[in-house]
RNA sequence: GGGCCGGUGGCUCAGCUUGGUUAGAGCGCUCGGCUGAUAACCGGGAGGUCGCCGGUUCAAAUCCGGCCCGGCCCA
């Protein structure tokens, strides 16, 4: 396939990798690859199958993969079973759109069968789209078995979870405010919730709320929501700020003192004193009288706490009056402070949004009307300091537009309190990446952890299996689908999901009445939260279950904290006291290029498959993992990925130049390799050698550490810097020779072994890719796939760090070569007769040494010298200078004859002089004598004219750039070779072709020195030569070109060769 | 309002655990060079108040405190 296509193509690779691995089996081959060996347990967080998978999906699925290939080539047994979260509100949502229901009597008309049938059918489309997506990323999962939360045996998982917790008295029925529309009768979820905020117009009011014990005493408080006043039992404020009592007009009013400036302006208050300023806290437990209390007589008989000051932590200061009106029937902080200070949960209001006969005075009005007669009623009591109307963002039902009311209503909890302690402790042995997740974010959430509302009134989710008794009120919670059969009615078609399991009725055990299912359905998030269980039919396969039971390892996205991670080590300490993983690592979101959530709305999202047909599936996922930490968020920036394409397709040459090469030779790898080879191997090859091995210690190493990045990152780094920059430019020469030489092979031998190790390291990383190089590289007794390689171990015997530092120390001294040939004005192409290198160190100086030919070639020097440390050749000179500045005072006119003397001395006999006299003393021409201390001198260093001097961090380099006739030659012959070569490529000729090639050049120089080194040329080239000296017709069978080297024009010309020859 | 993560050349990131030469790399820019695997590559150059302020220290990108900005999650 290699040499099928000239630049590496994700897509060609991927279509022709992906066919062969399906008519192959190979999936299934390497799923099935290590069956009893030791299990690595994955639990796979199951998506919810509603929309298409996107980049941010694509990263997390990468990972899973990764991880996954990596432990089955470290021989593991690998359990992968796929999973898809099938139930839910997404669902719904589509589900109305397609059968256009848009109210409840919609829904009612079209009937539950039917919509539950589409809901089936969408799941179906979305799990199929989810497994192409998958199948193309290459994530390999068991997808024919996978587990789906909305089969029955799934869901009885759930019911088993139930049952056991009701048993436990960890099930609970409560109260609790939730969102309701009130058109739509339902209350919705916090995601539907977000949906729907706009900005409204409300009416916005200031209430006196008389206290006890005083006639003209009032907190203020104020309200956007008139009609949840009814519902009023508390006051709320801040028992840390300062408030302060007023006088206004013979009343006294309290309010926060920080926001009282914004209450005079906003009530327009005229006149008002300051009685004083005191903390909140001395408002704590007063009483007041309820406004409303003759209109809604209700309040009459609300006792205990109700109609009360108390303290919470919620509390603005910056809006309103610091002292907030609280109904804990009508908001879900309220609620919570109803709770812990015992008020009254009081909500006259039922669910469509109507008051009821406990609303008193305003039973039967809507909550709109009831906000205007409120309003009306407390003018005329004289409570009200101000109506006016404010703009406010408020939730509306994003559906219909309703405003949504807040009210209590019954609902089922998981009781938190029993287990809370059991899953910190738990979570304590769970390693996390990286470890802040699960101590500080995880740990955070599970402290604070509460009771867990499953109910939701929905259609398309697991049942709640609670019936109760229409008679007495006695519950049963059905455990499992076989206990259905003890209903006294069932439907025809027994099926788990409504409508039909509403229709199961059962005998009351107590009073013999009937018994009917609380309709409620249960939140997702229970679903996949028994997947440790319920996706290997623990009810039924417990053998199973011991063998894979807590899982090794699970992986998601940070916001699956007080999601999956929480839901599934909920329900399996409530199962087993104990969390269902072992470990997990965290995934960051992926942002678009400007680190901007990728949203529908926005229009940023990208699709999975669409980055995989712009870019290529092994790219992607490259790109994805090498970028940064998995638990980091990354910014998708398409211009990076081109970046990875071209990587890869130097890679991808890299196979091609060794393949081409190895099949010109017949290089066989099994009878010549770097064991039997390893006397001709030079310091480069075991250079390569060493770093391919500390290569395969790294990428374990930060594998097993889950520090993925840093795999990526070694692994890119390696066969760009190492394997392509540095060891196949080092060695062109070795291998372009024709016979079958020792070191050739060597080379070859090298080359080999590396491009094995890095095909098996790339292999989790880009499985595609990989494929097709194993396939240039296996040996017989390797098997079909390299998914079925054994991971490397590092070969201790070629692990040399000397010789890799030592390499570094090379390079950079090459790096300050070439600096000082550019700096000399001399290109690569011409050779320069010595380059002198003078080590900082005694570590370079040995470095230097062994690698001396390896720079010489490389470097392109005749001649390499190599100093001791820090020493100078011994061309550079000392210079002497006087002092000017100095001796111009001392010396006066005989200055100018001490410099002109000074400029023809040898510098390092005066310093000589300087070190053992301390001076040095000069015979000028009038005989007198000049004694010059050292401070009078400038001693300068100065190589002669042809030499240039560069540093680099280990050495000084000095390069002489004297030309000797023999340099000029070989210069020439490298600039002819050049054009001759660039021709042989534009005439696509085949490297084995030997061509007759014509040079015409009108300098006799020239051509004396191009004839002299003919056989170079022709040997370099594979041409034979015809060298003219003045310039001719080009014959008809030549391809002929024209050339300026320098200033000279030159004409060379190549004919094919003829086939018979 | 709370929690977590991040802020380093134009862009994307490393370095921070354990303070210590001139803060690195890739991309981009620019000038030059190389090339029979490579639409690749190599070298020179320009380009950085390491978010801000304060503290600890002989010495802070690095440790501590506060603040600002961005992202995510929760309320």
Redesign the pocket.
Known sequence: MLSEI??YSPAYVEERIANWWRENNIIEKVINKNKGAPIFSFLEGPPTVNGFMHIGHTRGRVYKDIVLRYMTMRGLDVWRRAGWDCQGLPTEIEVEKRLNITTKKDLERIGLERFIEEANKVVDYYISQWRSASERLALWLDFDNAYETRREEYMEHVWYLLKKAYDEGNLIESLRVVPYCPRCETPLS?HELAQGYEEVKDPSIYVKMPLEGSDNRYVIIWTTTPWTLPGNEAIAIDPGAEYVELEVDGERWIIAHLLLQKFVEEVGLKKHRKLGVFKGEKLVGMKYVHPLRDEVPAHKSHEGAAHTVVSS??VSM?EGTGCVHTAPAHG??DF?LGKRNNLPIFCPVSSTGIFTAEGGKYNGLSTRDASKVIIEDLERKKLLVKAGEILHNYPLCWRCGTPLIYLASTQWFLRVEPIKQYMIEGNANVVWW?E??GT??FG??LK?AEDWCISRTKVWGTPLNVWTCQNCGKKRVVGSRAELNEAIEKPNELRMHRPWIDQVVFRCSECGGKMYRVPYVLDTWLDSGVAHIASIDYLRNRELFEKLFPYDFITE???Q???WFYTLLFTSTLLFKKPPFKSVLNQ??V?D?????MSKSRGNVLWAHDAFDRFGVDPVRLYLVS???P?????F?P??LT?VI??L???W??F??AK??FELDKFNPERHNVESLNKDLKPEDRWLLSKVNTLIKIVTKSLDEREI?DAAREIRRFF??D???TY??SI?RR??VEEQTKDKLAAYATLYYALRIVTILLAPFTPYLAEVFFKEIRKADDPESVHMVSWPKPDERYIDEELEDYMDIV?DT???V??G???G?R????PVSRIIVSPKTQRAKQALSRYADFLKTLANAQKLELLDINDKPKETMLRVKPDFRRLGPKLGKRLTQVAQLLSSIDGYEVKKELERKGKYSLLLPDKSEVNLESDDLILEEQLPENFVFSEG?FAFVYIDLFETDEIRRMAIA?EF??R??????E?????L?E?DCLIMVQDGEVTEQLKASSEYIEE???TRLQIHGKHKDIPGDYFGKSWKIGELDVTIALRKPQDNT
């Open positions: 000239k630049r916090q932590e919620f910056e879900p902080e919570e990286p802040w997740a500080s974010r955070e959430w604070n996205a940070v916001d904290t007080r999601g960051g979101h942002l290029e400007f680190g901007k959530k970028k940064a930490e638990w980091s968020t990354i910014n920036v211009s990076e970046q071209e990587q397709n130097t890679l040459n890299v091609l130049f081409t090469y990045q760009i810097e394997l392509s920059r196949i430019r062109r291998v372009w390079q090459l790096t300050a070439l600096a040939r550019q700096k004005d290109k690569l192409r011409w961090r490298n070779i050049r001759i070569q660039v021709m042989r490529k005439m696509n000729l085949n490297i072709d061509v370099e080239t594979r």
